[in-house]
């Protein structure tokens, strides 16, 4: 089989992981979508599965290339772009009868600082880009001088606003790959405090519900490589964030998890050896 890796970075730890595991029986090769040309890839010159590990807009106009070529992309452009406008994101969500905050999309934030705008019972609230990208923003605003200050760094720019939940400073950041389900627990970007490094999680630290909930979400959005942040906590579970394709970074059986749904979208294929002969750490 030959596996094509979409990605500026084809020796990121999950997919170099990957990429081992599939090489002692499978070509993996991987394509830059800043500097790939569209027009040499023929039906002729295609790979039997493509992994998207990009969202640039380069990257969904190759993938969708791909896809109109016949080629089988993991996550297809279309549930790929769907996460890239949180407006969309929530709306999905919410209409799915997902637990998703609830979210408010305006063309600036100086649109929500005007008549007809917040009110001082709407703070504290998150303010976030609409369109999710490096370097977006996320911030928390408790009164309308502080959303004002995001807004002179930002004046133009569309936003979501969500309504801040008290919560422990912490996210429950769950992955799925395939319906395999794998987390840990992180500063949330909204924490005073540094972020450091992820927390792994045992099967006893989470609620079924929350491993539910997080498959339930590649149903609803047709992703099969993804993640779900929720609110740290015991109450109700509370989705405040869903990426495809995520780094997936120091889960164990995760690189495992990848080569084998790369095999089944390729068309057939077993996992190798060294593989299948892992133990395998997940919380489902």
């Not at 999950?14 to 023929?42: F, K, N, Q």
């Not at 504290?124 to 009164?143: C, G, Y």
């Not at 606003?161 to 970007?189: H, T």
């Not at 519900?209 to 992703?223: M, N, P, T, Y």
């Amino acid at each position: 089989m030959r596996i094509c890796l979409l990605t500026p970075e084809p020796g990121h730890p999950l997919l170099a992981a990957t990429s081992a595991l599939l090489t002692p029986r499978h070509l993996v090769e991987s394509l830059d979508p800043a500097t790939a040309d569209p027009h040499a890839l023929g039906p002729d010159a295609l790979a039997d599965v493509y992994l998207l590990k990009s969202r640039t807009p380069r990257a969904l106009a190759l993938a969708r290339h791909l896809e109109a070529l016949g080629a089988p992309v993991i996550n297809s452009a279309a549930a790929t772009a769907l996460l890239q406008d949180r407006t969309a994101m929530a709306r999905t969500a919410l209409d799915a009868g997902l637990s998703f905050a609830a979210t408010r999309t305006a063309g600036s934030i100086a649109e929500l600082t005007g008549p007809g705008g917040l009110t001082a019972a709407d703070f504290p609230l998150v303010v976030k880009s609409r369109h999710s990208r490096r370097h977006d923003l996320v911030a928390r605003a408790d009164d309308a001088g502080q959303l004002a200050a995001l807004a002179s760094g930002r004046p133009d720019e569309p936003v979501v606003v969500q309504p801040f939940a008290a919560n422990s400073g912490w996210d429950q950041k769950l992955w799925v790959i395939a319906g395999r389900v794998f987390a840990a627990r992180r500063r949330s970007e909204l924490a005073v405090a540094e972020r450091g490094p992820a927390q792994p999680l045992t099967p006893g630290d989470l609620p079924a519900d929350r491993i539910d909930l997080a498959r339930r979400v590649g149903e609803v959005f047709g992703l099969d490589v993804y993640g779900v942040d929720l609110l740290d906590g015991p109450g109700e579970p509370l989705i405040v964030d869903i990426n495809a394709f995520p780094g997936i970074r120091g889960q164990a059986g995760a690189p495992e998890a990848l080569a084998a749904l790369a095999l089944r979208a390729a068309g057939g294929g077993r996992v190798p050896p060294q593989a299948a002969a892992r133990p395998e750490r997940s919380v489902a």
